[in-house]
């Protein structure tokens, strides 16, 4: 079955500093992965998604097949990055999207 | 295009008590499904139907019933609630078949049971 793991439930940074919000995944296919993000009062939003590797707010994310990793990076925070951040795992054939258990980023001054 | 909206945003039950929480899109997507948000443990997918008339169960379908009738609705039933289905409730929905898998989100609805 598949499976992500997000180990920090909580990661604080300083405004300025590089962000990592670490993402491990368990399936045994092809795996697409996403990262969603949540603001504070607003509803959850696609973030990333790796088929794309695109930049999104500064945010990128590589898909590390070896170490079944999706970690989310941005090499400088913002105070306007402090959310709720879900690594999720599509399989199209089981039309699930399996999510993490999240990790709050706060951005502190 | 409203999105996906879900009422109620909030709502207080005893334990034993039957609800619906409805959900509903505008962007003719095949595929919806329903989520609880709990602290410390993500969002778990309760129910998911990828077209009207056809629904399936996810990872925490017990105490919980869907139906769709139509592409644009579907409701969640709650037949009896225990204090164990307090949570945050999240209706989602995408095009069926998408090579993307993006979910659209709804606002989420929040439920008590005492």
């Known amino acids: 079955a598949q499976r992500v793991t997000q180990p920090e439930k909580l990661l604080s940074v300083f405004k300025g500093a590089p962000v990592e919000l670490k993402c491990n995944y368990s399936y045994s296919g092809s795996p697409e992965l996403f990262w969603y993000v949540q603001y504070s009062r607003q509803r959850l939003q696609l973030l990333l998604r790796h088929i794309s590797r695109e930049s999104i707010k500064g945010f990128t994310a590589d898909l590390n097949k070896g170490e079944t990793s999706f970690h989310l990076k941005k090499p400088f925070a913002q105070e306007e990055d402090s959310a709720m951040y879900y690594c999720a795992l599509f399989t199209g054939g089981g039309n699930k999207l399996t999510f993490g258990t999240g990790t709050q980023l706060k951005v502190e001054l | 295009n409203a999105g996906v909206t879900q009422t109620p945003k909030f709502q207080v039950l005893k334990t034993g008590q039957s609800m619906t929480l409805q959900c509903a899109q505008d962007?003719?997507?095949?595929?919806m499904s329903w989520y609880r948000q709990d602290p410390g443990m993500g969002l778990r997918l309760i129910h998911y139907?990828?077209?009207?008339?056809?629904?399936d169960q996810g990872e925490v379908p017990n105490g919980y019933n869907v139906s769709r009738s139509t592409t644009e609705d579907f409701p969640l039933r709650l037949l009896s609630a225990a204090p164990s289905q307090t949570s945050v409730y999240f209706c989602a929905s995408r095009q069926q078949g998408a090579a993307t898998g993006e979910l659209f989100f709804g606002e989420g609805s929040r439920l008590t049971v005492l």
């Open positions: 139907s990828v077209g009207a008339g056809i629904t």
């Open positions: 962007m003719n997507h095949e595929y």
